[in-house]
Structures are given as structure tokens and as C-alpha cells.
């Protein structure tokens, strides 16, 4: 876990291994969400970047015997 500031702008600085793990570049758009007593940061991609993420999922769905 990290801990940052809050600067006199109410900016924050996402760590570098954050960053980097997350794939964060500077200019991306991040949707804030307070859930309960905690602010989220989730980064909005782009359809086109998010081509392919699920990759080798399984789509196999278990049927009951009376259903087609």
C-alpha cells in the first residue's frame, strides 16, 4: 500500500509501480468513484485498446437437461 499527498490543488501522484502495473499514461481519463469511506480511481479505456482482453475465456455455459 502507498501513501501520497494531497497537494493545496487537491492533485494526487499515482506511484510509479501503480503506474506501471496499471498501464496508466499521462492525459488518460479516470473515472473517481467514492464507495463508502474510499475514493477509486478506475481508468477508462478505449474500446479499440480493449480489443482481445478476453482472450481464452471460458464461454462454456452448463445447460439444465430440459432447456434446448
Partial sequence: MH????????Q????????EAMDIHPGERMNVLRY???IELIPVRRMRRM???LKGIDTSVPREKDRL
Avoid: Q, T, Y
Fill in 12 to 19: 494526487v501522484v499515482i506511484p510509479l509501480d501503480v503506474r
Fill in 3 to 10: 501513501a501520497v499527498s494531497v497537494s493545496p490543488k487537491f
Fill in 36 to 38: 463508502e469511506n474510499r
Fill in 51 to 53: 480489443r482481445g482482453f
